[in-house]
């Protein structure tokens, strides 16, 4: 019904309805935490943590978990995953028994972050979490360990490490969770996630999540998972979150930084993620808005721990308004606050695109995603949107003057006039079934192979494709 998400719902529909829609895709409620079956201490953490109801995969992930089963478990952004996962593993841990859960996540910040939360929904029960990540002190996550850490949260390579010199084992793990088994699981990841499983040789259960799963990624999840592994999967319609208001603005590469900057000053975004492609691009861009009076900050994966503590926690405590990221904040990282996200770069994996938006418009809150696109960026958006099964918006944003074209592009231009037509550069969105709004006349076959994620959106709005990548420059 949203599949067109943002302000044209709202006007359509009334903004109590949509809303109330929206919530009733995140939440069940006619459910309670309690008729899951987990046990008072528990109960007693999520009540503190202001929980009313479960998430609709928490509603469905939780009691599968109890039952014994492996489970693959696909939700959007900000549903609930880590609470789905944690919960029944604090629920069925014993405490007589050191380091019987290992949850892996791809990056130091998340597992800080999911130790953190299972810390605290599990403040009542005897279970408790150690934080197993490079950059910090190994001494101190080896005492943790072995002063009681039940469950072990970490990433791959630190967790292998301590493995590696006997400071951890495996023989008690009785569950094993990949957080973001997508991401796990690809070519960076793949190798060591091997080595750590096939290390855990003990009857355990295995729970692998995230917000998107291909078929690909499936096979490969399951040939670590026992044959009757269920998958549960509550994404329906995008696999967007309807509250995250998708908004594209087209734009030449070198009006990027001034378009930032004219954005921050004229919209007064609350909090704002802006994601480059490069670690340079992050550094520049952060450099640029410091010199023009925006107090930026940046994060990416060439800055000492310390720094990168340092700024996530600035973030938490709402000190900072504008973070410059590489796609190492992408995946998983849950800031209350941030209202904004903006693709500086569209990704080249639609699936870092749905990631990266999820940063905003987490349980149940609104937010905004802006997408710069450039000329040459027409197929990459319609990639995006074909995953998704959302189109975006055109964000007609006032009084920004471009800059002149530089010099070198211009000679170049006029040399063998390289400049690509923005005609050209839509052709691949205006032949692309999901532009011209044409679902209904494909057949079961072409759906498949265009959504493969199996989120096959029911219908696409018509467009107009006009002038929508005209920069201003052109009116
Ligand atoms: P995901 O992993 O699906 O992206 P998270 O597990 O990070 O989402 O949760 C997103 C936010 O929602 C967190 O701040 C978390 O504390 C909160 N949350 C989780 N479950 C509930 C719930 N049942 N009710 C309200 N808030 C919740
Ligand atoms: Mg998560």
Redesign the pocket.
């Known amino acids: 019904m949203f599949a067109c998400c943002g302000q044209a719902a709202y006007r359509r529909w009334g903004f109590e309805a949509v809303i109330e829609q929206i919530m009733s895709e995140i939440?069940d409620t006619s459910v309670t935490?309690d008729q899951l079956g987990l046990r008072s201490s528990v109960l007693k953490g999520?009540e503190e943590?202001?929980?009313?109801?479960?998430?609709t995969?928490?509603a469905q992930l939780i009691p599968a978990v109890l039952s014994g089963k492996d489970i693959i478990g696909q939700?959007?952004?900000?549903?609930?995953?880590?609470?789905?996962f944690g919960l029944p593993i604090l629920h069925m841990a014993d405490k007589d028994l050191p380091m019987q859960a290992l949850i892996l996540v791809p990056t130091r910040e998340l597992a800080v972050?999911?130790a953190g939360?299972l810390e605290e929904l599990g403040k009542h029960t005897p279970i408790r979490t150690t934080c197993i990540i490079g950059g910090e002190s190994m001494n101190d996550q080896i005492k943790s360990v072995r002063q009681g850490g039940h469950v072990m949260v970490g990433t791959p390579g630190r967790v292998m490490d301590l493995q590696g010199r006997r400071q951890i084992s495996f023989d008690h793990v009785k569950f094993v969770v990949l957080?973001e088994v997508d991401r796990m699981l690809d070519i960076g990841f793949r190798d060591d996630i091997r080595k750590i499983l096939k290390l855990v040789h003990g009857e355990h259960q295995t729970v692998f999540?995230s917000?998107t799963i291909s078929g690909e990624i499936e096979r490969l999840a399951r040939s670590f998972m026992k044959p009757d592994a269920q998958k549960i999967v509550t994404v329906s319609g995008s696999l967007t979150v309807s509250l995250v208001d998708q908004q594209v603005l087209s734009v030449e590469p070198w009006d990027k930084k001034a378009l930032l900057l004219h954005l921050l000053k004229k919209e007064q975004p609350d909090t704002v993620l802006v994601f480059c492609r490069t670690k340079a691009t992050v550094s520049g861009v952060t450099r640029y808005l410091k010199a023009h009076g925006v107090e930026a900050r940046e994060i990416h994966g060439d800055l000492a721990q310390s720094k990168r503590n340092k700024v996530m926690s600035s973030m938490r405590k709402g000190h900072v308004d504008v973070l410059i990221a590489s796609d190492l904040a992408a995946r998983?990282?849950?800031v209350?606050h941030i209202s904004h996200v903006v693709n500086y770069d569209l990704p080249e994996d639609p699936e870092i695109y749905v990631h990266r938006i999820?940063r905003t418009a987490?349980?149940?809150r609104r937010g905004v995603a802006w997408a710069f696109a450039t000329p040459e960026d027409g197929h990459l958006l319609t990639e995006i949107e074909k995953l998704t099964g959302v189109l975006m918006e055109k964000f007609d944003y006032e009084g920004f003057t471009p800059g002149p074209v530089p010099e070198d592009i211009r000679a170049r231009r006029t040399k063998d006039a390289i400049r690509p037509d923005p005609q050209k550069a839509m052709t691949a969105r205006v032949t692309a079934p999901a532009a011209t709004g044409g679902l209904g006349d494909l057949s079961e076959e072409e759906r498949k192979r265009m959504f493969p994620n199996g989120v096959i959106p029911t219908s696409a709005p018509q467009r107009t494709l006009g002038s929508r990548f005209r920069t201003r420059r052109g009116k």
């Open positions: 939440f935490f999520v943590a202001g929980f009313k109801h479960p998430t995969i928490q939700a959007k952004t900000g549903t609930g995953k880590t609470a789905a972050q999911v939360e957080d999540v917000a998983g990282l849950d209350e999820g987490r349980a149940g």
